[in-house]
Each structure stands twice: as structure tokens, then as C-alpha cells.
């Protein structure tokens, strides 16, 4: 059972245009949300994150929308660089922070054409 | 600053055999973590160290056990290997159980 489900396994942008990245979770208990980001050969860096309280989380060029209603949350890109060309993964936990029970979608690779 | 690093990068098992995957940080954190990564499914907790002297189950945990050792290092052991198991591990930290994972390269590893 996938609690956590990002639906698009990649998606192509061109230089300079906004990349969103979708995530949907089924567990209501969630409320604790981050996203990361992982490059070939390398483990997966902690990019941005958002708790329940909050709808909208920004930094920089990466901001995280949140609607609980709809258990969706989404990763907005801008403008898109071709060094954001990785793997994203979006994570979910039901302790605030995140802490021991971190659940993770299965990832989106993000392409960022020049 | 090497923040959390994971030997070997890659190893080759046969069915059977036993290794250990070691892991350290060099960021004081009380908190550890063993996952593995199967294409399609996302990164799975396998074991988890809230702090040095305690270890837990995460959602994938037979065939593997843990240790503690320091603070710095927590090690993964796999006593007879399966091809089940060939997958990426990675360890990852934090500072405490309600704060931000750091993660290190990963393992790759492969069982005949």
C-alpha cells in the first residue's frame, strides 16, 4: 500500500520555464511534508519542507504548496535550471519534523532541457 | 566535513554469504538510519537509532540487523544473504528523531 504517491515517474522542462512536481498521500495522519532531491550516485538532499499549519512554503526558486483537503501537496520550480535535472522525492511523516517514520514516494526525474 | 559517509560503494554477495555495510557521521547526531531504494518503490526503512545505546525496526526489517556502535557509527548486517536484498542502502542522520535526514552516497549492492 503506497501511502505516499508521485504519479508522473519523470518530467521535461525547458531552461527557464516553472517545473512542478505533484505528490499525492492517502494517510490523513500526515502532516509533517519534504521534498528531496537525489543525483545519480548520490544520496538524496533535503531540499524544502512544509507542516499542516501552512499552505505555501518558499525558498528561493523552490516553493512547496500544500492542500490538505485534497492530500496534495506540489513542488514548483522557478524559474528551472539544468542543474534541478534529478530525481525528487517527496516524503511524508506523521511526527512533526519527520523523525523515525519517514515515507517516501517513488520519485519523479526531472529533466531540464536547455 | 564529511558528513555521513557509507563503505563499501558497491559490493558483489552470493547467495549465503554475510557483510556488514558501515556507516558514520561526522555531525554529532544522535539520530541514525538504514534505508534501501528498489526501483519503483521509493526509499524503505529498514532499522532506525533514536540515539547511541537504542535500536528499532523500521518497515522492512528481516534479514537485516544493526549495532550501534557509537555515536557516529551505525552499521548494517545482513547474516545470510538473499537476492531479495540486492538494492542501494543508504544511512542517513539527524540531529534529533523530529529533525532534517542527511543522507550519505549509498551502498550498491548485488546478491547472486
Known amino acids: 500500500d503506497q501511502q505516499v504517491k508521485q504519479n508522473s515517474p519523470s518530467l521535461s522542462v525547458q531552461e527557464g520555464r516553472i517545473s512542478i512536481l505533484n505528490c499525492d498521500y492517502t494517510?490523513?495522519?500526515?502532516?509533517?511534508f519534504l521534498w528531496y532531491k537525489k543525483y545519480p550516485a548520490e544520496g538524496p538532499t533535503f531540499l524544502i519542507s512544509?507542516?499542516?499549519?501552512?499552505d505555501k512554503n518558499e525558498d528561493g526558486r523552490f516553493t512547496v504548496f500544500l492542500n490538505k483537503s485534497a492530500k496534495h501537496l506540489s513542488l514548483h520550480i522557478v524559474p528551472s535550471q539544468p542543474g534541478d535535472s534529478a530525481v525528487y522525492f517527496c516524503a511524508a511523516s506523521a511526527v512533526p519534523g519527520g523523525g523515525n517514520k519517514l515515507t517516501f514516494g517513488t520519485g519523479t526525474q526531472l529533466k531540464v532541457e536547455l | 566535513n564529511a558528513g555521513v559517509t557509507q563503505t563499501p560503494k558497491f559490493q558483489v554477495l552470493k547467495t549465503g554469504q554475510s557483510m556488514t555495510l558501515q556507516c558514520a557521521q561526522d555531525m554529532n547526531h544522535n539520530s541514525m538510519y538504514w534505508y534501501r531504494q528498489d526501483p519503483g518503490m521509493g526509499l524503505r526503512l529498514i532499522y532506525y537509532s533514536a540515539s547511541e545505546g537504542t535500536t528499532d525496526k523500521g518497515e522492512v526489517p528481516n534479514g537485516y540487523n544493526v549495532s550501534r556502535l557509537n555515536k557516529r557509527e551505525f552499521s548494517l548486517r545482513l547474516e545470510s544473504a538473499a537476492p531479495s536484498q540486492t538494492s542501494v542502502y543508504f544511512c542517513?542522520?539527524?540531529?534529533?528523531?523530529?529533525?532534517?535526514?542527511?543522507f550519505g552516497p549509498g551502498t550498491r549492492l548485488l546478491v547472486l
Open positions: 494517510n490523513s495522519m500526515f502532516d509533517y
Open positions: 542517513a542522520s539527524s540531529a534529533g528523531l523530529g529533525e532534517t535526514q542527511y
Open positions: 512544509i507542516s499542516s499549519i501552512k
